[in-house]
């Protein structure tokens, strides 16, 4: 499976952004596709994730109230809508799949994309 993550860029606080990761190649439908970013200086943390075989979302606290992920199968694609902005969601976004037990932690993800970077100025 690989990856494109895109949709970054510069926004202003309290703005809007939609990233989208397209998968190419062999998706499982039990496979979780999720949103992890990570800010200078910082661990990496999870953001959001779904999977392709449900309408379940998953979020972090970071992204609860303000940040939103679908996926649409026939593109192979996962959207994740971010709405009110803070400084504090600075950071490179990756996203990522996998077989995942447990969809917040990292290494149950078995392939990532490039990362696409996210600016919030103040």
């Known amino acids: 499976v690989q990856l494109q993550a895109s949709g970054g860029g510069l926004v202003q606080a309290g703005g809007s952004l939609r990233l989208s990761c397209v998968a190419s190649?062999?998706?499982?439908?039990?496979?979780?596709v999720g949103w992890f970013r990570q800010a200078p200086g910082k661990e990496r943390e999870f953001v959001a994730a779904?999977?392709?075989?449900?309408?379940?979302?998953y979020y972090g606290d970071s992204a609860k109230g303000r940040f939103a992920i679908s996926r649409d199968n026939a593109k192979k694609t996962v959207y994740l809508q971010m709405y009110r902005l803070k400084p504090e969601d600075t950071g490179v976004y990756y996203c990522?799949?996998?077989?995942?037990?447990?969809?917040?932690?990292?290494?149950?993800?078995?392939?990532w994309g490039q990362g696409t970077l996210v600016t919030v100025s103040s």
């Open positions: 990522a799949a996998g077989s995942t037990d447990i969809v917040t932690r990292e290494s149950d993800y078995g392939y």
């Open positions: 779904i999977r392709w075989s449900s309408n379940s979302p």
């Open positions: 190649g062999r998706t499982f439908s039990d496979d979780a």
